[in-house]
């Protein structure tokens, strides 16, 4: 894919949208009627109209992966540091202004891992049991590691991740399935505390147990005949 030339200024945040609704599209166009960052959106996912050139629908191409989706999106995008949240479930200008003010610790090489158990840690805020005690069985059930496989949130410099998203995270379908795949290809990366409130999904409870099965027929079936491709 040819990629544009990136601004360090500018930040590009890539949205999986396919559970988007109009009010959040609506937040996401007064968000950028007020904000003074340089800042582009992508929803990928979403058919929709913005008068904001700033704001992106990109529609979702069924016959590729999320990353692959996520990938098309970053080939047009203009800022040096790329945000993918994989839900909607937050409000952009709380996100958008937490990772400006990190911004040079986050503009690397690597995954940068939201995560709400590091921001309790740091005594900022309080992690609901339900959430703590569902991170701590997926640790135990599956691979993945970390301290927060709910957030949905990853920061990195735009020209990597667009590349990693094409090659070593080709067959991620899910922030699970992105993170197992981070852990597979021991791509570097860190954590670094977010709050993004309280969320309004449930807590997929049932998938714990199938889910150790799904991670591993991603990566060891999905993933090789991709990477054959």
């Known amino acids: 894919m040819e990629q544009n030339i990136l601004s360090d200024n500018k930040i590009t945040l890539c949205i999986d949208a396919r559970k988007a609704d109009v009010t959040f599209v609506e937040q996401l166009n007064q968000f950028l009627t007020k904000t003074k960052q340089e800042v582009e959106i992508f929803c990928v996912g979403y058919n929709g109209t913005s ?17 692959q989706n996520f990938a098309e999106a970053l080939a047009q995008a203009s800022g040096g540091l790329s945000l993918l949240v994989f839900h909607t479930n937050f409000q952009a200008g709380t996100l958008l202004q937490h990772i400006s003010t990190h911004k040079k610790a986050l503009n690397q090489e690597k995954i940068s891992i939201g995560s709400a158990n590091l921001q309790a840690q740091s005594g900022k805020t309080k992690l609901p049991i339900a959430t703590r005690l569902f991170n701590s069985l997926t640790r135990i059930f599956t691979p993945i590691t970390g301290s927060d496989c709910l957030s949905g949130v990853v920061v990195a410099k735009t020209k990597w991740l667009s590349g990693v998203l094409q090659n070593q995270l080709i ?8 993170l197992n795949l981070c852990n597979a290809y021991k791509i570097s990366k860190q954590e670094f505390g977010l709050n993004l409130g309280e969320t309004k999904t449930s807590l997929p409870w049932m998938n714990l147990i199938t889910q150790n099965f799904s991670l591993r027929w991603n990566y060891f079936v999905k993933d090789a005949s991709l990477q054959i491709k």
């Open 51 to 67: 008068p904001h050139v700033k704001l992106k629908f990109l529609p979702w191409q069924e016959n590729k992966t999320l990353a």
């Open 171 to 178: 067959a991620a379908n899910s922030y699970t399935q992105f």
